[in-house]
Every structure is written in C-alpha cells, then in structure tokens.
C-alpha cells in the first residue's frame, strides 16, 4: 500500500511533496501497529452505532432510498421521511407506478426535489430495464438516475458486500486529519487523493461494514467543530491531532455564491376557492405548486404590485372586482445557494379571470393534497392556521 500510494501521488502531485510525506508518514504508523485501521474503525462501530433502520439490512431498495434521503438531510430529521416513504412505497414497483405529483408529496420538507424526481425516474429503469429487479453491479447501479460515485459504492457495499468504498463528507474529514492532508476536498486533485486513500484502506473482506464504520466515525467522533480527540481511538496515530491541525482540516475550497430573489406570492381567494400554478422551468422546486408569483427585484408594495406588467395581465378584465386585503410580513427563506424574501399577498375577488387557464382552481381545504416548497408551506401555516 505504501509503493501504490507513493506512486499515485507522485503522478498527480509530483512537487507536492509535504502531501506524499505526510501519507508515507501515516501508511507507515498504520503498518506497525497491531490494529490495522479498518479493524480499529470497525471495533469502535460496533461499540457506539446508532440503531438505523437502514442498518444490517441488504435490502438495495431501502439502502438505496436512506442514502438518498440523507444526502442532504440530518438523519434525526431522515428519519420520519424514510419510515413515511417505505411504509407507501415499499418496493420498486410501487414507486414507480406511482405518480410524480404523489413521490414529490411524500417528499415534501426534505428540499432538493431533483433527489425525488430521480427516484421516481430510477424505479422507473429499473421496472422497464432490470424487470423490476434492483441491479446488483455497480456498473448497473450507477447508470441509474441521481446515482452518483458514492450512492453506487455504498449501495454495492451494503447490500452486496462489493469492494467499494465511499467518500461522503464524513469520509473526507476523517481521511483529511488523519492523513494530514490539505488539499481541498472540493478540488479535482483531492478528489482523486481522497477516492483513493478511502479505496487503499477499505477492508476488501468486509466492505460494507468498514464503509458504515467510517462514515459513522466521521458522524459521531470525528465531527466538524471541537472533536473529543483525547477520547479517540486514532488520535495517536491522527497528523492533524499531532501538529495541532484539526480545527484546520478538511480544506474546501470554494465559497457558495449566494443569490438574492423576491418573491411576491398571490394568494387569491373566491369564496372557498383559491389557484395554484406549478413551477414547470428548470429552477427551484420544479414540477412543485405554488401561489400565482411575481417574481421582482424586491418585495412589492400594494400600489407597486397594481402597477406591474403581470399583475395587470392577470386581472385587467376583473379590476373592479379584486380587493387587496393584505400583504404578510417579509420572510427570509435560505436555501444553499439562494436567499429569498417572500411575502404572501391575499386577494379577494368576486369573477375569475378568463386569463388563468395555466392556473389550477382548487378548494382552500384542499390545498394540503399538493407538494409544495417549504417556503409555501410557511405561508400556508401562516394565512391559514
């Protein structure tokens, strides 16, 4: 391990010799004890692991479904959404009968819908291309929609024990400290460092429980802000600990650009009847409902809304009978590459517009059977209790 290592570095690092030291450095401390790293990293997993329905299963269904589900979420907050998602949607078969509008419902508060408008699209190629059996090769696995590197690896090491290790974030910080190794994790080159270092020291006989054990490491013990290092079981062997480096380690590189939007919603109201649209365009939320929305370059006020192009469009065969009954406090919605302000306007009218066709006319009552964003959600809760 210690050559291949070398090598891989040399050829993609060459002058970076600090970064081939401090692994040959390591490889080495790991060669002498008598605990090889996996062993150790497994022994503290079986000792402190959280109880996870995911867990000691190898159902590729349901690990498929977890690890999709915490690609972006918290497990304590995963957790209700797994149980939710399995209990309507036990098998393949069912979530690919089911209709897109009903998988983004189920999945609604967890945020990136593109995650379950993959799912639904992946049971789909798994119904017409794998006669509803969940393949068992990664090179099968990862031609699945939304499958990406790590999804594949950890659904291939779970349920079918193939040698394939996953670098999550967790990965990417243990690996970082432990090796000492500062190249951003958010680069092409550390990248490659990382993918390879997890693969060199997976444990080939038992994958998919060195891949849990890391991951959950990472989760547990090695966590992001002032870990218990002196309560660690690799801390004499951890760079990063012994150079006083850990608050420093994992290196990223990029910084999020965050865009500013303002969302003026119409909640437009008949009696007991009120309209929707459906966000069609390759942005947020797609395929989600939402209010009529006008979309500015800030929070209107009433006589600025009356005054704008769209709002005119929408009711000019029915000003006399529109009343504008309030506009809801601005809220400050952050998403992770976007930050927007809101606000609900509620109006009142006495005709419907002839020029709605592209909006869905609904009963109020029934505005909880439509997947909605978060953001709606909230103003939902707020206008209607």
Known sequence: MYNYTKCLLSLHFGCKTNIIFAIEKQIITFARTKMPLSSTLIQWYQTYKRDLPWRDIVDPYKIWISEIILQQTRVNQGLDYYHRFIERFPDVTSLATASEDEVLKYWQGLGYYSRARNLHKAARQIVSEHDGLF???????????????????????????????????????VLSRLFGVDTPIDSTAGKKIFKQLAQEILDKTQPGLHNQAIMEFGALQCVPVSPACDECPLADKCIAYSDNQVSALPVKRQKIQTKERFFNYLFIKSGNQTWLQKRTQNDIWKNLFEFPLIEDEKLLDKNELIQHDYFKMLFSDIQSDIHIRSVSPPIKHILTHQKIFAQCVLIEINAKSKKWEQFVQIQIDELGNYAVSRLMEILLQNHLG
């Not at 939304?146 to 910080?173: H, K, M, Q």
């Open 135 to 173: 393949p068992n090769t990664y090179k099968e696995v990862i031609q699945l929609a939304g499958i990406g590197e790590y999804t594949a690896a950890a659904i291939c090491s779970f349920a079918y024990n193939l040698p394939f290790a996953v670098v999550d974030g967790n990965v990417f910080r």
